[in-house]
C-alpha cells in the first residue's frame, strides 16, 4: 500500500493531494499539463519536498514533514520511469538495466528483464541508436531492475507513435500486473489512463477532482471538466423539472432533457458515440427525447468511425460511421439534427 | 556572388591571413634542422621540461579542485552563487602583470601569508601557483557549463536506481559531461603552457627552476632568434595538438 497527502506551491497554484495505491493496482493520475501530476510521482520518489505532507509505502515511511523525516531517494528504492524515459546516454541498453544491480551477476540479470520484455537483442545499443518503443521497454526493465516498492510511470506512452503505442500498453499492462507493487501512472490521455489504471484519479490545478474507475468517470462526471476530459461533449443551459424529467433551456438556443435531476445552471454531457445523425426536419419516431438542429462544420476521420464537428448553437461533436456519411451524403454546411436519449444526458450543477 | 555574401568573404579572408600567416612564419623562417638542432640545447631542453611539468602539476590541481566547484555551482542554487562564479572568473580578465602581482601580495615574502608556509617565490612550486592561479577559471568556467548542461532527469534517475549522490556525480556527471570537461582541461593546460607575465613577476626566470618555454624565448629572442622560433614551434604544435584534442572531443560526443 503507497499512500500520500502532500501539500506544496507549484508555479502559480497550490498542490493539495491525498492518494492510496495497493499492491498490485495502478492508480492513473489523469489531467492536463501543468496540472501538478508529475510534481506528485516527484514527491512520492523523494525528488522535490512538498511543504507539508506525509508518503507512506508498505508501512514504511518515506516523508513526513512533521516529524523531519524525508528518506533519501536512493534508500525509497521506486522504479521511475521518467517521461522521455531519462536513460543514460553513455551507457549500453544492457548497462542501464543493471545500473541498480549489485555487482555480481548483473549481466544476467539484466539480460534476464531485457528479455522478458523482448529487447535483449539490443541489449549493447546506445540509446540513441534505439527507437522509441525500444527505449521505452529499457527504461521499463531499468525500473523494475532492483525489484522496487512501487511503480511511478510518467506519460510511458506519449513518446510513442500511435502503432507502436496499442502494443506498448498492453505490454504495460502486463508488466504491471507481474510487478504487484503499487503503481502510479500519470497520463494526460484519458484513454490511456482507462487502458491502464484500475482507477483514474482526474487532477487539475493540483487537486484531485473525481476519482473512479474509468467507466464511474465517463458514466458519471462530477464536473463539467471532468466530463470533457473523458471525451463527452459538455453543452450548458438552465435546467428545470418537467413531465418527470428535467428540461435543460440551452444557452444559444433549443432544448434538451435528461433523467438526471437538477435545476439552475448546469452542464450536460453526452457522448459522441451516443448521438445519432438524421436529415434535417422532423425526426423519426422513437424513444430518443433529445432533438437538435445542428449544422456540420468538419469531419474527422478516426479509424473506422468519423467525428462530425457539430454547430447546435453550442459546439456539439457526434460519432458516425464511414457508410453513415455516404447515406446521409454529409459534407460541411450540411444541415442534420442530432438525436440522442435523455438517459444518455449527464447533468452537473454549474 | 551577393555584395553583402562578397564583403562577409573579404572579412573571413582578412581574418585568416592575420592570424594564421605569423604564426606560419614561425616555420617559414627556419629550416627545419636548425629548429631540431636548438632543440639540443639543453638550457632549451630544460624549459620544455620544466613547461610540461609544472603545467600538468597545475593541471591536476586545477581538475582536482575546480570538478567539485564546478559541479556544485552547476547544480546547486545558494545565497551568494553568482558572487562566487564572479570571483572565480575574475583571474579571467586580470592582466597577468597583475596577477603576478596579486600573488607577491598574498604569498611572497612581504605579502600577507609572507613567512608562512613554504618558500614559493623563485621556485619551481611558485610557477606550479601562477599557473594554477591564471589557469582555474578557463577549466572550472567550462567545467560548470558541462554539468550544467547534463539533463538534471539523468541524475535524478540514477537517485531513483538507489545511487546516492557521490556515486550520481561519479557514474552520471561526470561520463555525461566529459567531453567538455576535456574541453575545459584542454584550455586550461594551453592557458598555462602559455603563461608569462604572473610566472615572471612570482616565480623568475632561472633556468632550470622557474623558466618555462615562454620565458625561455622571451631571453634568447635579441640574442639567438633561431632557438627562440624554435622553442615557438614547439609550443604551436603542442597548443595545436591541444586544440584539435578538445574538436575531436567535441564531435565525439554521444547524440
Known sequence: MLSLEAQTTLGGFELDAALEAAAGECLALAGPSGAGKTSILRIVAGLHRPDRGRVSCDGELWLDTNAGTDVPPEQRRVGYVFQDYALFPHLSAWRNVAYALPRESRRERALELLDRLK?????????????????????????????PRALLLD??????DARTRAHAGRELATALREADVPALLVTHDFAEASLLGDRVAVVDRGRIVQHGTAAELAATPGSAFVADFTGAVVLSGDAHPAEGLTRIALDGGGSIASTDTAAGRVAASVHPWDIAIAPPGDPAPGSAQN????????ITAIGNRVRLGLDAGQPLAAEVTDAAIRDLGLKRGSRVTATWKASATRLVAL | MRPFTALLAVALTVALLFLVIPVAAIFANTAPSDLIHSLGDASARDALRLSLETSLIALAVIVLVGTPTAYLLATRRFRGRSVAITLIELPLVLPPAVAGIAL???LGPQGIFGGHGPQLVLTTAGVVVALTFVSAPFYIRQAQESFAAVDPRLMEASRTLGAGEARTFWQVAVPVARAGLLAGGALALGRALGEFGATLMFAGSFRGVTQTVPLA???????DFTGALALSAVLVAISGALLASVKLAGRRAFA
Open chain 1, 291 to 298: 432533438h437538435l438542429h445542428a449544422e456540420v462544420v468538419s
Open chain 2, 217 to 223: 624565448i622571451y631571453e634568447r629572442f635579441a640574442t
Open chain 1, 155 to 160: 506519460e510511458p506512452l506519449s513518446a510513442l
Open chain 2, 104 to 106: 607577491l601580495a598574498s
Open chain 1, 119 to 147: 529487447i535483449a537483442d539490443r541489449a549493447d545499443a546506445r540509446p540513441h541508436e534505439l527507437s522509441g518503443g525500444e527505449r521505452q521497454r529499457v527504461a521499463l526493465a531499468r525500473a523494475l531492475a532492483a525489484r
